[in-house]
C-alpha cells in the first residue's frame, strides 16, 4: 500500500507539470501573435505600434525602400518632410512608460537611408 503512494503522487505531480507547460505554451503563443507585425494590426491598432515595430524592423529591410513602398507598407504616417517619414508608435516600450515612442524614417533622394525610435 505505502509502494502505490509515491506513484500517486508521481502521477500528480506530472500532470501538475503538464499543466504548467501547456499554460507557459499558450502564453508564449498568445505574446509572439502580440508582438508579430502585420499591416492589419499596424493601421488598426496604432497606439499599440511600440509592440510590434521590432518584428516590423527584423521581418523587412526597411533600408533602401522608397517612399512608396514605405507608404504601402505603413499607410500614411504621422509627419513627412522631404527627408523623413514618422509613425506614432505609442506608449515607450517597458513597464509603466508615460513617455511616447516614435519611427524616423530617413530619406535621401525618396529612398529610406536610416531609422530610428525617438522616445519623447
Same mark, same amino acid.
Request: charged share 20%; with cysteine.
Given at each position: 500500500?505505502?509502494?502505490?503512494?509515491?506513484? =500517486?503522487?508521481?502521477?500528480?505531480?506530472?500532470?501538475?507539470?503538464? /499543466?504548467?507547460?501547456?499554460?507557459?505554451? /499558450? &502564453?508564449?503563443?498568445?505574446? *509572439? &501573435?502580440? *508582438?508579430?507585425?502585420?499591416?492589419?494590426?499596424? #493601421?488598426?491598432?496604432? *497606439?499599440?505600434?511600440?509592440?510590434? /515595430?521590432?518584428?516590423?524592423?527584423?521581418?523587412?529591410?526597411?533600408?533602401?525602400? =522608397?517612399?512608396? #513602398?514605405?507608404? !504601402?507598407?505603413?499607410? =500614411?504616417?504621422?509627419? =513627412?518632410?522631404? !527627408?523623413?517619414?514618422?509613425?506614432?508608435?505609442?506608449?515607450?516600450?517597458?513597464? @509603466?512608460?508615460?513617455? @511616447? #515612442?516614435?519611427? #524616423?524614417? *530617413?530619406?535621401?533622394?525618396?529612398?529610406?537611408?536610416?531609422? !530610428?525610435?525617438?522616445? &519623447?
Amino acid at each position: 500500500m505505502d509502494a502505490k503512494k509515491p506513484d =500517486s503522487a508521481m502521477t500528480i505531480n506530472l500532470r501538475a507539470l503538464r /499543466v504548467a507547460l501547456i499554460i507557459a505554451a /499558450v &502564453y508564449l503563443a498568445i505574446f *509572439h &501573435y502580440q *508582438h508579430t507585425f502585420t499591416v492589419w494590426r499596424w #493601421e488598426n491598432n496604432p *497606439h499599440q505600434r511600440s509592440a510590434i /515595430v521590432d518584428s516590423l524592423l527584423s521581418r523587412y529591410d526597411i533600408v533602401g525602400m =522608397s517612399r512608396d #513602398e514605405i507608404l !504601402s507598407l505603413l499607410g =500614411s504616417c504621422d509627419y =513627412s518632410d522631404e !527627408s523623413h517619414l514618422c509613425y506614432s508608435l505609442g506608449s515607450a516600450r517597458g513597464w @509603466l512608460s508615460i513617455d @511616447l #515612442e516614435q519611427l #524616423e524614417l *530617413h530619406l535621401k533622394d525618396g529612398i529610406v537611408t536610416d531609422y !530610428s525610435i525617438i522616445r &519623447y
